[in-house]
């Protein structure tokens, strides 16, 4: 039975299931594509547009498809509505910082800048190196034992820096070697502020020092 489109809502429905079709986009694949903004034709490719994951349209992450619009007029609407939601835009940022995800992508960004080095060949392997602390110790911190947390690190209150003194924080076991999975573990950042730049050698001499001075008697 042919099914005729009674309306826009009917076309769009059939647009839909017919690009959905497996190997709808195979066959209908173009070497170039037009800018919807600038009316410009570019390569279709990721140098001249952004790559486009959407399943109902039939692409996938192995074959993506691309933005309407090429990567010069992406930015330039990515930038002026950047200007025009500057609220938004933060608040956007702010959750994405607060998940595990977009926290431990900022101290990979971090990570790669440090001077001493990074093991590390990508935000794959932190991320592997993080589930699998949390794995063995869940959101406790391996040093103090207390639970730890994912607030944005740092704003401005009252002109003053504002730091969560239970937020995760990375630490490099022997300061003076790179971030490593074996130098790297994450802890509270009240925990390595504490800690500093002390090393177990110093920590060593420090409890025995502790024990001459105390020997038995419970301290804390």
């Not at 977009?102 to 080095?117: E, R």
């Not at 504490?194 to 420090?206: D, E, G, L, N, V």
């Amino acid at each position: 039975m042919l099914f005729l489109p009674k309306n826009e809502k009917d076309k769009k429905n059939m647009s839909l299931r017919k690009t959905s079709q497996p190997g709808y986009m195979a066959k209908n694949w173009k070497s170039t594509k037009t800018c919807n903004r600038c009316g410009k034709e570019y390569p279709k490719d990721k140098d001249h547009f952004y790559p486009v994951t959407d399943p109902r349209a039939g692409y996938t992450k192995e074959n993506p498809g691309f933005s309407y619009y090429c990567i010069p007029c992406e930015n330039k609407r990515t930038n002026k509505y950047k200007k025009l939601n500057p609220e938004k835009i933060w608040k956007r940022m702010r959750d994405y910082d607060e998940t595990p995800h977009g926290y431990i992508t900022n101290m990979w960004n971090d990570m790669k800048k440090s001077k001493k080095g990074c093991e590390f060949k990508s935000f794959d392997e932190v991320w592997e190196h993080w589930e699998e602390q949390v794995r063995t110790y869940g959101m406790m911190c391996p040093y103090l034992g207390i639970e730890m947390t994912m607030i944005r690190g740092k704003s401005r209150a009252a002109g003053k820096l504002v730091i969560t003194p239970t937020n995760v924080s990375r630490d490099k076991i022997l300061p003076s070697r790179p971030y490593s999975k074996k130098n790297l573990v994450f802890v509270s950042w009240k925990a390595n502020n504490a800690k500093h730049s002390i090393t177990p050698r110093i920590a060593r001499r420090f409890l025995s020092f502790v024990r001459e001075r105390y020997g038995t008697e419970d301290i804390e």
